[in-house]
């Protein structure tokens, strides 16, 4: 366990990027091509299409590959945020200060484990991999290890419904897991108009909702999980200015925050972390 970084880590970060920047090159033929491309909503389509109104900014560490994000309370720290953050040899689950971005503790992972999306159960932290196809089950007040499951196929984002883990793999498809075993329960098949829907990254569920980012675009979905169908399209371009984009990634991070209808936003490699409103675009 540790509470500030040690000063390698830019420079390790620069490695790692270079590497997942080939991987993810190669992975984009597992997706459809046009996924890469923001997603339209046709006008008869009955899709509700938003905007963002930011609230408040945060600092946000620069070199955290954001991959999960979830709001909740600690017993020694209050309100904090979980955070996952990926590439390999840098990855690491984190509590942080949402108000000053202060990483108040972390724990690395395996240099060899790429972290993705992490969420909260009622007594469990889950934390997935990207390609390793292990989740750790964690102590949400120390972070510690309590359990390493085994999954097949990849691990992009996870969320948890009060009843069961709600988890993306890149693809259209989102998968039910048990909150105590992981063991897959069911999927359903996330469709816009009746056409799939790709890329489905990092995720939060509230509301009886699941509110997912899409990969390589600046768009945010809520999806009906009982069904599969997109109910809201936000368009959540523009957070970042010039010089804060510079050596920014995707916008990736999404948490439920502590007002009802508002949300913590931040991306890979984002200086700054935003509450939001979503409103009529």
């Known amino acids: ?12 970060r620069g490695l790692a990027l270079g590497t997942v920047g080939l991987l993810a090159l190669a992975g984009c033929s597992t997706g459809d091509a046009a996924a890469e491309e923001q997603v339209s909503v046709p006008e008869d389509a009955g899709v509700e299409e938003l905007a963002v109104e930011v609230v408040e900014s945060f600092d946000h560490d620069p070199d955290s590959f954001t991959q999960g994000l979830e709001l ?28 000053t971005g202060e990483v108040l503790v972390a ?17 469990d932290l889950w934390q997935i991999t990207w390609q390793e196809h292990v989740a750790h089950r964690r102590d949400p007040v120390t972070l510690d290890v309590v359990e390493t499951v085994e999954y097949e196929g ?20 989102l998968r039910f897991r048990n909150p105590a075993t992981f063991e897959e329960t069911g999927s359903v098949e996330v469709t816009l108009d009746g056409e799939p829907v790709f890329q489905i990254n990092e995720l939060e569920c509230v509301g009886g909702q699941v509110w997912a980012n ?54 890979k490699l984002w200086p700054k972390l935003f509450l939001v409103r979503f409103v009529p675009a």
């Open 1 to 12: 366990m540790r509470s500030v970084f040690d000063e390698n880590r830019a420079a390790r």
């Open 72 to 99: 909740a309370e600690h017993p020694e720290f209050g309100t904090v945020l979980y955070e996952s953050a990926g590439l390999y040899g840098e990855s690491d689950v984190r509590i942080t200060d949402p108000a």
């Open 107 to 123: 724990q690395d992972l395996p240099a060899e484990q790429f972290a993705e999306g992490l969420t909260l159960t009622d007594r």
């Open 154 to 173: 990849e691990g992009w984002g996870i969320c948890f419904d009060g009843a069961r883990l709600v988890m993306s793999d890149g693809s259209s498809t």
């Open 214 to 267: 899409l990969w390589q675009t600046d768009q945010i979905v809520r999806i009906d999980p009982d069904t599969g169908e997109v109910g809201a399209v936000v368009e959540a371009s523009g957070l970042l200015g010039a010089d804060e984009s510079a050596g920014a990634d995707v916008l990736n991070g999404i948490a439920a925050a502590e007002a009802e209808g508002t949300f913590y936003l931040t991306g």
